[in-house]
């Protein structure tokens, strides 16, 4: 019988054996990426597009991203549907503020068909009106719900601070959603969508007749890359409180600009957050939660675009103990500044980080992500390797550094809500 009081050995691990997709070009504009073997009978086909919200009046490119399989001249949202169920498929579309991608799953022998399918639902288009309507009505009111949550709310602000006179920063109203109309959707999808294809990524073990048709069909009427613009973000610090009726929670946003994985200090900042609020096991989930009964959970990241990258800390605390939360998040933050971790706490948190990227590069599926994360910022897979020998090696003095240089309290954004 297993001796469950017994932990397994611990392995070093030097670095992790990537497997890189193949790369073409599709009409010498277009990086189509390949991940041929490992996917059994299933394949993912990601399509992305230069049709991010900073691209779009608010809500419209989100619109038209939700509505993507809303209908042709020919099928119904609801045949479109359901032929895409028959053929075992299923299909997502995520936009962020800078692309919108179009993700196919589904088996291999229906990869041609499915694809075609999709394909001429996506350019072919019309928004319908009443599934405009249907859509508007349901997300006005998913919009209203949202308004209620003091979490919400705090994420909207936090955002609307850190990122003022930008298009990343712009709070969505209720009346926006009375600017959404057909024809701007219409337009959107002419402007950015058919025809502007930028990305293709493929995993599965596909016929290279199959992959070389999908080839001579995303190829066709294909129109000039759009380029993204780019913006400037201005620091900003401040400290504000927005009351919310009836909410016996607050909701607490705290972080800066900073910066994304091509910086010179992400990896080593990576470790210091990781330290900070990035697990279970981190220093503000043992002050905030372990010890004083606060909250559920509370973390910290670092989020990302290929424009910027900012540090960020959230959790929801009971009213009453809201000052003497954000006191001690502020604590934990300075404690890092004037006191070298010890080499026990830092063990632990190499033991993670290094699992964490074990456990997120284990599979195809996995290891395509791993490979477009970087491959976005022009990196390749020795960023990794990099990565590994940065958690291996960073030394505790170094990590009060980072802290000392990144961390002060006086250039935090801080918002709370409740």
Request: net charge negative; charged share 25%.
């Amino acid at each position: 019988m297993l001796d469950r009081s017994i932990h397994p050995n611990l392995k070093d691990i030097k670095s992790i054996d990537f497997v890189a997709p193949r790369k073409f070009n599709i009409g010498n504009k277009i990086d189509f990426f390949w991940l041929q073997d490992g996917a059994g009978e299933t394949f993912k086909l990601d399509l992305v597009f230069p049709a991010g919200t900073i691209l779009s009046e608010k809500l419209v490119a989100k619109f038209a991203a939700d509505l993507l399989l809303s209908g042709t001249t020919e099928k119904t949202a609801a045949r479109l549907h359901e032929e895409i169920d028959l053929l075992g498929g299923f299909v997502q579309m995520d936009v962020t503020a800078e692309e919108l991608v179009v993700s196919m799953y589904g088996l291999v022998n229906h990869f041609s068909t499915l694809l075609k399918l999709v394909w001429n639902a996506i350019n072919e288009v019309v928004f319908p009106e009443k599934e405009l309507s249907d859509q508007l009505k349901t997300s006005r009111q998913r919009f209203l719900i949202a308004s209620e949550k003091v979490n919400v709310l705090a994420r909207q602000r936090f955002m609307e601070e850190l990122l003022h006179g930008t298009p990343f920063g712009i709070r969505t109203v209720l009346t926006d959603f009375d600017e959404v109309s057909r024809e701007k959707l219409v337009a959107f999808h002419s402007d950015f969508i058919k025809g502007r294809l930028m990305e293709v990524s493929l995993i599965g073990h596909i016929d290279e007749k199959d992959v070389d048709a999908m080839i001579e069909l995303l190829s066709e009427s294909q129109q000039p890359i759009v380029s993204v613009p780019r913006y400037s973000f201005d620091k900003k610090v401040i400290t504000t409180h927005e009351p919310k009726e009836n909410s016996v929670q607050s909701a607490i946003r705290i972080g800066k600009l900073l910066f994304n994985r091509t910086h010179k200090d992400y990896m080593t900042f990576s470790v210091v957050n990781t330290v900070l609020g990035g697990y279970f096991g981190s220093r503000l989930m043992t002050s905030l939660r372990e010890e004083k009964g606060y909250t559920y959970g509370v973390g910290s990241g670092v989020a990302q675009s290929q424009q910027l990258g900012y540090f960020f800390i959230s959790t929801e605390v009971g009213n009453h103990v809201r000052e003497e939360a954000l006191k001690l998040i502020q604590h934990e933050m300075q404690r890092l500044q004037q006191e070298e971790v010890r080499e026990e706490e830092l063990d632990l948190v190499r033991n993670y980080m290094l699992g964490q990227l074990l456990k997120g590069s284990d599979g195809p599926f996995a290891m395509m992500d791993r490979f477009l994360t970087v491959n976005k910022f022009g990196l390749d897979f020795s960023y990794y390797d990099r990565l590994i020998h940065t958690i291996k090696t960073i030394s505790p003095k170094e990590i009060k550094g980072i802290a000392q240089k990144y961390l002060s309290w006086e250039d935090m954004i801080v918002v709370s809500v409740g």
